[in-house]
């Protein structure tokens, strides 16, 4: 049983990114538009306590991630390093939204995504929290959209989702994969500013 649970971690924070291999020289390393994922609709709560559309981001490029308060390893990590992304794309003047999704909708109310993105300094003019949905309503929505499962420990002690953050354009389309736990974003910081600007 260990076994399996390591498996099936090793795959999510790989994030798939066997599907991906393009080719082609003039490609980013980052680029995923080849492989036809686009964003599926889905009706949440920000960390308001306002209900939101997805399509409401139609129009925007924005970066997206799936984290929960209570995670106990990988999030530390991935919040704070998305927070730096969003505070450079504000210093350099990139157009781009941040989208959150809660893959523990019980227990991440809007009240605890506000504290916790108070907690990171973001700023909620740009970034915004979604919570709200049913436990399978964010499962489906991560497979359908992103192709990554969420998995939750029988334990309870663990929920397993992918570690990336996925850039979808203004058709809805996720053209980018990022490395959620790269703390040197030179690199992301250069493609994300390629990417919004020409695509």
């Known amino acids: 049983m260990k076994y399996m649970v390591l498996s099936c971690m090793v795959l999510l924070l790989t994030g798939c990114s066997w599907m991906y291999a393009l080719g082609g020289d003039e490609k980013s390393d980052f680029d995923i538009s080849e492989a036809g994922m686009q964003i599926t609709s889905l009706e949440f709560l920000n960390q308001e306590g306002e209900t939101q559309q997805i399509d409401e981001f139609t129009g925007d490029y924005w ?9 106990p390893e990988i999030c530390p990590i991935m919040s704070p390093n998305m927070q ?11 157009p781009l939204q941040i989208v959150s999704f809660s893959v523990d909708p019980e227990r991440d109310t809007p009240e605890i995504l506000k504290q916790y ?13 979604a919570t709200g949905y049913e436990q ?15 998995q939750k420990l029988e334990d309870g002690s663990d929920i397993l989702h992918n570690t990336s953050f996925f850039l979808v354009d203004p058709e809805g389309l996720i053209i ?5 736990l790269e703390v040197d974003q030179e690199e992301i910081v250069k493609d994300l500013k390629e990417a919004v600007e020409t695509e």
């Open 176 to 180: 980018r994969k990022y490395d959620g």
């Open 117 to 129: 993105g108070s907690n990171l300094g973001v700023d909620y003019e740009s970034w915004t929290f």
């Open 136 to 150: 399978d309503e964010i499962e489906t929505f991560s497979v359908e959209s992103f192709k990554s499962p969420v």
């Open 63 to 71: 970066l997206a991630n799936m984290i929960f308060t209570h995670c």
């Open 84 to 94: 730096n992304l969003q505070a450079t794309a504000i210093e350099e003047g990139i």
